[in-house]
Every structure is written in structure tokens, then in C-alpha cells.
T-cell receptor, first 112, second 111 residues
């Protein structure tokens, strides 16, 4: 049973526009959420996180929104740049444990 | 800078052989994770170390998989009698606070 779901395997966006990547989760015990970016042949790198006490966290061009009632989070990238083209994973954890559950990833392609 | 390193970067092996994958975490990180990413799948949790002990081995797919960590540092993941379904990228991560730092992974191909 996939506890963290990224239902869009891929997304194409024009340079300069907004990229919105979505993630849904099923476990209401999750209270910490992370986004990772992965380039080919490299390990994932941490991008941004949010705890369940917040509904928004912003870092430069990246903003993560959390809707606890809908068990949904999204990553907004604006403006999108060609260098943002990568696979994006969302992950969730229950603060009482150490285990991170990852989604299947969304491949973002930013077109120049 | 000294990030998480993994070796080998690529491993091709024949079905039935044993393989050993190595992870060197960031110095001082006490927590270490192994994940597996199969084609088209997300990161699948395999095992977690706190120091040298593994309180959670629940993600190991079968008893052919084992892992150890020595000196609170280097970890090895061993797969015995490899099968074709073991083909995947094996990723190691060490943790500071809530952030995981990943290595580049080992791509394992079982023929």
C-alpha cells in the first residue's frame, strides 16, 4: 500500500512559468514532509521541508504548501528554469519514528 | 566537500552470485539508511542503522539481504545468491537532524 503517492509521473513546463508538483499521503500520523530533487546518476538532494504545524514554507523560488485536511502537499517552483529539470520526490515521516516514506517521483522537464 | 560516498558505482553480476555494496556516510552522522530504487519505482526503505545497531530491518526483501555497520561509520549491504529482480539502484543516506544526505548510489544489474 503506497502511503505517499505522486500521481503524475511527468510534467513539462515552459521556462519562466510555474511548476506545480503534487503529492498525496494516506497516513495521518505523518507530520514532517520533504521534497528531494534527483538528477540522473546522482543521489537525491534535499530541497525543502515543512512540518505539520505550518501550511507553507518558502525558500527562494521554491514553496511547499501543506493541506493537512486533504492530506496533500505541493511544491511550487517559480519561475521555472531549465536547470530545474530533474525527478522530484516527496517524502513523509512520522516524527516519532525515523522512517521516511518516499513517493515514486515526478519527472519535471522545463523547456527553454 | 565530504559527502556520502558509495562503491562501486556500477555492478554487473550473474544470477546466483553474491554482491557487497559499500556506503561511507558523512563523518559524525549517527543514522544511516539503505534504500532501493527499482525502475519506475520510488525509494524503497531497506534498513536503518543508529550507530552500529539496526533497530529496523523490516524493509529487507528477503533473508538473502543483510547489512552491517562497523565503527558507527562504514556500512555494507550484502545480497546473497542474487536474482534478476534485485537489479536496482541501491542508495545510502546519512542523516543530520531531519535531513537525509544521499550518496550517488550503486547501480546493480543481475544478468
Amino acid at each position: 500500500d503506497q502511503q505517499v503517492k505522486q500521481n503524475s509521473p511527468s510534467l513539462s513546463v515552459q521556462e519562466g512559468r510555474i511548476s506545480i508538483l503534487n503529492c498525496d499521503y494516506t497516513n495521518s500520523m505523518f507530520d514532517y514532509f520533504l521534497w528531494y530533487k534527483k538528477y540522473p546518476a546522482e543521489g537525491p538532494t534535499f530541497l525543502i521541508s515543512i512540518s505539520s504545524i505550518k501550511d507553507k514554507n518558502e525558500d527562494g523560488r521554491f514553496t511547499v504548501f501543506l493541506n493537512k485536511s486533504a492530506k496533500h502537499l505541493s511544491l511550487h517552483i517559480v519561475p521555472s528554469q531549465p536547470g530545474d529539470s530533474a525527478v522530484y520526490f516527496c517524502a513523509a515521516s512520522d516524527g516519532g519514528t525515523y522512517k521516511y516514506i518516499f513517493g515514486t517521483g515526478t519527472r519535471l522537464k522545463v523547456l527553454a | 566537500g565530504a559527502g556520502v560516498s558509495q562503491s562501486p558505482s556500477n555492478k554487473v553480476t550473474e544470477k546466483g552470485k553474491d554482491v557487497e555494496l559499500r556506503c561511507d556516510p558523512i563523518s559524525g552522522h549517527t543514522a544511516l539508511y539503505w534504500y532501493r530504487q527499482s525502475l519506475g519505482q520510488g525509494l524503497e526503505f531497506l534498513i536503518y542503522f543508529q550507530g552500529n545497531s539496526a533497530p529496523d530491518k523490516s524493509g529487507l526483501p528477503s533473508d538473502r539481504f543483510s547489512a552491517e555497520r562497523t565503527g558507527g561509520s562504514v556500512s555494507t549491504l550484502t545480497i546473497q545468491r542474487t536474482q534478476q529482480e534485485d537489479s536496482a539502484v541501491y542508495l545510502c543516506a546519512s542523516t543530520r537532524d531531519n535531513e537525509q544526505f544521499f550518496g550517488p548510489g550503486t547501480r546493480l544489474t543481475v544478468l
